[in-house]
């Protein structure tokens, strides 16, 4: 993390105050199988993610009613 990332403090962890919501990716993964929509998914995840992450995500929040989110994360 950035010297410049605000954080929080739980227990004796402490987080970045603002995360990645993974649900928004879980969608569009949905809408892309069905051939709503088209892309290149590595540039997609390369894109969004890294830009996160370069903007000081570390806390990824995923969760089973998002879909395939933990498994598109996970690659």
Do not use: C, Q
């Not at 739980?10 to 809408?31: D, E, K, R, V």
């Not at 051939?35 to 540039?43: A, K, M, W």
């Amino acid at each position: 993390m950035s010297n410049s990332t605000i954080t929080r403090k739980i227990g004796n962890s402490t987080f970045p105050a603002i995360g990645f919501g993974a649900m928004g990716i879980s969608l569009y993964y949905y809408f892309l199988k069905r051939g709503v929509v088209e892309s290149d998914e590595e540039r997609f995840k390369a894109h969004v993610l890294d830009a996160a992450h370069a903007a000081g995500a570390t806390f990824w929040d995923t969760a089973d009613i998002y879909g395939d989110s933990e498994e598109l994360l996970g690659k």
